[in-house]
């Protein structure tokens, strides 16, 4: 059976990016007995079961993804883990972290146990849950956190729910902090843009479109950072999304707090422009932002500003979205398109000094470091998760082709940069093209 | 560019928004409208240009005056009309916006008037007339959220013209709750597609969207420096909620400041006109004297407007 047995693999001739590790070199990959064995040279006695030919292809560490929505438990009729972890492995994505906005929300250790168990049986990517931070996400009582850490979370967040109560977030906090744990935070007010659905800009000004403004970000921002000061917590900036939210954690991290950034994959590409005729594909949180904003992202990326891009994949259905814009579920697919519009980065920003290294760092060793977990590099010894891709390939989005049961993003239709070739994920070929 | 109102002719397939409609198409509107204008006045008050067409009209947001003027419309046009209130409570019970559309369609609608509070819901409609395959339905934007209310703002370039006959002489300002209003946003479209070349925002800070400027806007808080020199005057209704979410501390403030008086009209050219596109709230944001005086062509705006929609839907059932 398929994961019971670990074969003997080797990678041949493929050009070996590893970030982590300094590498970008031709070179073979052995793994023996689900881990990595050898690069380069074979070792002693290595007799391969499986050869995967890379031929002008990258070998890179499996992708991190730090927010994936896999639906489970509560939205199964959105998606399903199986279908969920298949898209993926289609992907190259080897490990993510979903938020805990599930129904129940991930406030329990049961629950987190659960899933991680039904993730396991399926024997795909590592799912790593981020508990809830307050109960319910009702921004009032603090959830059990040692145990939920014990039950297999990596760190504790609240989703699109901001906590309204200052003394609430400031005792989080104080709590995480007691023990060490990262809060994972989306700067957002929870009153200023309440109910916007779009960038407060000339855009929806225009289209009468209700607008969150960037002050919705930079205050949250600020509270954030002052509340850093006094409770000494780790935090994790999810979603940021315009070029002041990005100088002041810029700010920040000159200063020394301990802060690292996220941003969603689409928004690296895309701005409020895009909604065009109210696309609802384009309905997204945080908003997609204006051009300005959007050349931020991309050279904050590069100044390491931001750690890592994220797919912030998020499955909805027809009925969610097929609405008028206000009135569309915000969110899009990304699971399959995490390394494409990683890449696209890397040949947009080439000139201002992006390459493919950096672009598959910030989805590989960068992410697993934000997350805390042993994940997102190729070292010896290490669990064998391994993405093979073709860097030169160009492949058009469409709904029918995504494995996610998430069929929606506002770049249907759009031809992206590098497809994924073969996906191994503990030492086993889970997924080849 | 790509625009979703103009079918492969660039003909008007659907009726959606003013921004980015040729002046040419808007011209010809207002040209037809003069002729149906004399219709009303007509002892048999029909045209038979629309006869055996069924023009279904959609509010998912009531207004009985919106309704009446495109059921008038309809009728003077021969057309079989279907009114059909659709509250949001009863849509939200089940039926989604477009399994909706679906129904009706199969009923043989040849033209769905819609209106609805949220920006861009007819653009979804024309989408997915489109991706069906049903070119044949037209699409008439009575008003969605925000955004647009396309045959408010003809009517009100038809008004203009009427008094005023040349566009590109004059300076129009548009006064008050322009942040929450599509007949704004449809008029400043009109007005600078036609080449006026002033067209001023007047409000409270709270009142007026960002980035008007962008909009090729003149943008003044005081009234009585915005109104001086102004050929025309575009009252828009402020309402009562506005009170209540912060924008406004109260309605007697807002007529002091913003309120349109004899005393400013005086401000504006002696033979400036005052519009409003109704229902007023006078000694709200309109003065009765002002409302009821000799300047106001407020009334006569609502007369245009049948024709004005008349000229629309035969415009629509003829491409």
């Known amino acids: ?433 | 560019m790509y625009n979703p109102q103009l079918n492969k002719n660039g003909e008007l397939q659907h009726l959606l928004t003013l921004e980015g409609l040729p002046a040419a198409i808007i011209t010809r509107i207002l040209d037809t409208a003069a002729s149906f204008v004399s219709v009303s006045d007509r002892e048999v008050k029909k045209v038979p240009l629309m006869r055996g067409k069924s023009v279904f009209n959609l509010f998912f947001e009531n207004s009985t005056r919106t309704r009446t003027t495109f059921e008038i419309a309809s009728t003077r046009l021969s057309a079989d009309v279907i009114n059909l209130n659709i509250s949001a409570s009863s849509a939200s019970k089940g039926e989604s916006l477009l399994d909706t559309i679906d129904n009706l369609s199969a009923m043989h609608a040849d033209m769905f008037v819609v209106r609805h509070a949220q920006s861009g819901a007819p653009y979804l409609i024309a989408k997915h007339l489109v991706d069906t395959g049903q070119d044949h339905v037209h699409v008439m934007n009575a008003g969605d959220g925000r955004h647009a209310h396309p045959t408010q703002g003809l009517l009100d370039m038809y008004t203009i013209r009427h008094y005023k006959k040349d566009f590109r002489n004059l300076t129009v300002a548009i006064v008050g709750d322009i942040l929450h209003s599509r007949v704004a946003r449809s008029d400043i479209h009109g007005l600078t597609t036609l080449g006026v070349p002033e067209v001023r925002a007047i409000g409270p800070r709270t009142l007026l969207p960002s980035s008007l400027e962008q909009m090729g806007l003149r943008v003044f808080n005081d009234m009585n420096e915005g109104l001086k020199g102004v050929d025309v005057i575009i009252m828009l209704r402020l309402q009562n909620e506005r009170m209540t979410g912060a924008l406004l501390p109260s309605a007697q403030e807002y007529f002091k400041s913003y309120g349109l008086t004899p005393e400013r009209l005086a401000l504006a050219k002696p033979d400036a006109i005052v519009m409003h596109p109704g229902p007023m709230n006078r000694g709200v944001e309109i003065d009765s004297a002002v409302a009821d005086g000799a300047q106001a062509v407020i009334l006569p705006q609502v007369t245009f407007g049948i024709a004005v929609r008349m000229a629309v839907m035969s415009m629509l059932a003829a491409a």
């Open chain 1, 1 to 433: 059976m398929d994961g019971s047995i670990n074969m003997n693999i080797v990678i041949k001739q493929g050009r070996v990016i590893d970030p982590a590790n300094g590498i970008d070199a031709i070179k073979d990959v052995f793994i023996v007995d689900g881990h990595i064995a050898a690069i380069g040279q074979a070792p002693a006695g290595f007799h391969g079961d499986q050869v995967v030919d890379a031929t002008g292809l990258v070998v890179s560490p499996g992708l991190v993804d730090l927010s994936a929505r896999l639906r489970e438990p509560g939205y199964e009729y959105k998606a399903t883990l199986e279908s969920e972890l298949d898209a993926a492995m289609a992907g190259g994505v080897t490990s993510l972290l979903c938020p805990p906005d599930t129904d129940p929300v991930l406030d329990e250790p049961g629950l987190v146990e659960m899933l991680v168990h039904r993730a396991r049986l399926l024997n795909q990517s590592h799912v790593y849950p981020l508990g809830a931070l307050t109960v319910g996400l009702k921004g009032k009582e603090l959830t059990e956190m040692a145990e939920l850490t014990e039950a297999g979370c990596v760190g504790f967040a609240q989703a699109e729910e901001p906590i309204q109560d200052t003394t609430v977030m400031q005792r989080t906090m104080q709590y995480a902090s007691t023990f060490g744990y990262t809060v994972w935070l989306r700067p957002q007010d929870p009153y200023l843009g309440r109910g916007g659905v779009a960038h407060a800009g000339p855009l929806a000004s225009r289209l009468g479109l209700s607008g969150v403004p960037v002050t919705s970000e930079t205050i949250a921002l600020h509270t954030i950072f002052e509340l850093m000061r006094s409770t000494g917590a780790k935090v994790h900036i999810c979603r940021v999304s315009s070029a002041s939210g990005l100088a002041l954690v810029r700010a920040a991290r000159d200063e020394g707090l301990p802060v690292t950034c996220d941003v969603g994959a689409h928004h690296i590409h895309l701005t409020d422009n895009d909604i065009g005729f109210f696309d609802p594909n384009a309905r997204m949180t945080p908003p997609l932002r204006s051009q300005r904003d959007r050349d931020a992202i991309q050279a904050a990326l590069l100044d390491g500003t931001i750690d890592a891009i994220c797919s912030d994949h998020t499955p909805l259905d027809d009925e969610e979205k097929l609405l008028p814009f206000g009135e569309a579920s915000p969110g899009a697919t990304g699971l399959e398109l995490l390394l494409s519009l990683a890449i696209k980065w890397a040949q947009d920003a080439h000139s201002s000094g992006a390459d493919l290294s950096k672009a598959i760092a910030r989805i590989t060793c960068d992410a697993a470091r934000v997350a805390g977990i042993n994940a997102g590099s190729l070292a010896i010894g290490g669990v064998a998760d391994v993405c093979v891709f073709d860097p030169a390939a160009r492949w058009k989005v469409e709904p029918a082709a995504l494995r996610s049961q998430g069929k929606h993003t506002p770049l249907i239709g759009y031809e992206l940069p590098a497809q994924v070739r073969h996906t191994i994920v503990s030492g086993r070929v889970a997924f080849s093209r």
